[in-house]
């Protein structure tokens, strides 16, 4: 898989098709792979990775890509190809300076899962018939593969890419996924026990910026929470109504451009579910408007920015559930 | 310190009022002689899409207990479309704080033209007491911002 892709990409630079290829590199730890740019064959020889930390969605990265000069060749999962979709309906991205290789998604793995099982010092981690051998500075040890696919990949929406212009290995399908069965929990809580939850959740917040920088839906040249008159910008929170606010404000800005690519809750560095504020919103859509995929496609109108003269009323919100 | 405040408890409501239908509605229950509770703190923008989720939240920081938007019935928006969406917007937004277990009866969307002053009396009313049954806002306030 990786051969092929190292392969591919050094034919479409040598025939100069494209100038840059976008994909992964290890960083300073095998699991860390982090998202790179590369020039050359010889970059790409040396650097380039695609492994099952490849966790990371390169379609935001690919709006200040495509401002550059040259077209540049990124390799996108099927999750990441519905964010790019939305990015170009939205006119963030130049599709012509785009090349776009399919592969094909995970299941990834989560390192922290790994590191929560109370392994630590790893320096390697190989998958041999989905028992995870992993390497530490402390000896090797073992897990079953299937407990560190991160979360985003558990609850997978999607293997069929939905744009692209080549593919390595085999299109899939839209899956039938639960990604909504924690939602109809929490919904089914009573409205003391949901505020306890999300105040336990959201006070871990540390306000590192992180789930909106890495949100391929939050590409606001000028954002709200960099306004130091909006009472939300980047600072340190003194009161837990900041912290709410900025997850609501948040969330609220990417409700119907959301593709649900999970990448907010992977990168928390404080484990907060970020995804499910998301989902809430995906659900609300899909029951009250019809159902929605943000990304599926180029032409639909995003359920916020449309109306139907016979839509529910907001007491709706108030009649149904558990108070 | 009040040893029960529940008991002198006046909530504080902030009605976000379009300025062609609701506000007038205000205006025409005034002229009717028609009262409405004082804890009703009326603030005019010009169409009830105008109101910015962030309007809201800020209202509970800055110690409101409920709030109420008013706007044109649907179908009567002065900018033809406005309340369209408002309607789609709040209903998300006050799903949401449901979702995060702020008290459902402290938000509601009420539509009131400008002919409707008696139903802009008793829909204050009516929330006024329901947000006075539930008691000061503590789910979703700014402790800097609370009063003694």
């Given at each position: 898989m990786q051969e092929k892709m190292k392969?591919?990409?050094?034919?479409?630079?040598?025939?100069?098709?494209?100038?840059?290829?976008?994909?992964?590199?290890?960083?300073?730890?095998?699991?860390?792979?982090?998202?790179?740019?590369?020039r050359s064959a010889e970059e790409i020889d040396k650097y380039f990775v695609c492994d099952d930390f490849t966790n990371s969605n390169l379609s935001k990265l690919l709006v200040k890509e495509s401002k550059k000069d040259g077209v540049i060749l990124a390799f996108l999962k099927p999750c990441d190809t519905y964010s790019f979709n939305q990015l170009l309906k939205e006119h963030r991205i130049d599709r012509e300076k785009v090349y776009i290789i399919g592969i094909p998604g995970g299941p990834k793995l989560d390192a922290e899962i790994i590191k929560s099982k109370g392994i630590t010092g790893i320096t390697g981690v190989k998958n041999v018939n989905y028992t995870l051998v992993i390497d530490t500075i402390y000896g090797e040890e073992k897990m079953p593969f299937y407990e560190a696919v991160s979360v985003k990949c558990k609850s997978c929406k999607s293997k069929k890419h939905v744009i692209y212009d080549e593919l390595i290995g085999d299109d899939g399908d839209i899956l039938e996924s639960d990604?909504?069965?924690?939602?109809?929990?929490?919904?089914?809580?009573?409205?003391?026990?949901?505020?306890?939850?999300w105040q336990r959740e959201l006070s871990k917040c540390i306000r590192c910026n992180a789930c909106k920088n890495v949100c391929p839906a939050?590409?606001?040249?000028?954002?709200?929470?960099?306004?130091?008159?909006?009472?939300?910008?980047?600072?340190?929170?003194?009161?837990s109504f900041e912290e709410k606010l900025f997850h609501i404000i948040r969330a609220f800005h990417v409700a119907g451009r959301c593709t649900d690519?999970?990448?907010?809750?992977?990168?928390?560095?404080?484990?907060?579910?970020?995804?499910?504020?998301?989902?809430?919103?995906?659900?609300?859509?899909?029951?009250?408007?019809?159902?929605?995929?943000?990304g599926a496609d180029l032409d639909t109108k995003n359920p916020l920015t449309d109306y139907s003269t016979d839509d529910c009323e907001p007491s709706i919100v108030h009649e149904r559930g558990v108070e | 310190m009040q040893?029960?405040?529940?008991?002198?408890?006046?909530?504080?409501?902030?009605?976000?009022?379009?300025?062609?239908?609701?506000?007038?509605?205000?205006?025409?229950?005034?002229?009717?002689?028609?009262?409405?509770?004082?804890?009703v703190k009326i603030i005019r923008v010009p169409?009830?899409?105008?109101?910015?989720?962030?309007?809201?939240?800020?209202a509970f920081q800055r110690g409101a207990d409920g709030v109420i938007i008013c706007g044109c019935h649907p179908?009567?928006?002065?900018?033809?479309?406005?309340?369209?969406?408002?309607?789609?917007?709040?209903?998300?937004l006050y799903s949401m704080l449901d979702f995060l277990g702020i008290e459902r009866n402290r938000t509601r969307l009420e539509w009131v033209s400008a002919a409707e002053g008696a139903k802009f009396a008793s829909v204050m009313e009516q929330f006024t007491e329901d947000v006075r049954k539930l008691g000061p806002n503590r789910r979703l306030e700014d402790l800097r911002c609370r009063k003694k």
């Open positions: 392969q591919r990409a050094k034919e479409l630079l040598a025939d100069g098709t494209v100038n840059r290829v976008m994909g992964w590199k290890k960083g300073e730890f095998g699991y860390d792979t982090t998202p790179a740019v590369f990604r909504f069965d924690e939602v109809e929990k929490l919904e089914n809580m009573t409205s003391r026990e949901r505020f306890d939850f939050c590409t606001c040249e000028k954002c709200v929470f960099d306004n130091p008159k909006s009472g939300i910008e980047n600072k340190a929170v003194s009161d690519c999970g990448e907010c809750s992977r990168v928390c560095p404080q484990n907060i579910p970020l995804h499910l504020l998301n989902r809430k919103f995906i659900k609300d859509i899909n029951s009250l408007y019809g159902e929605y995929q943000a | 040893v029960n405040d529940s008991k002198n408890f006046e909530p504080v409501i902030a009605a976000f009022c379009c300025n062609w239908c609701s506000y007038a509605g205000a205006d025409l229950s005034g002229t009717n002689r028609l009262s409405y509770p004082t804890n169409c009830s899409c105008r109101v910015n989720p962030m309007f809201i939240l800020r179908g009567d928006c002065h900018y033809t479309s406005g309340n369209y969406f408002t309607r789609r917007r709040i209903t998300l």
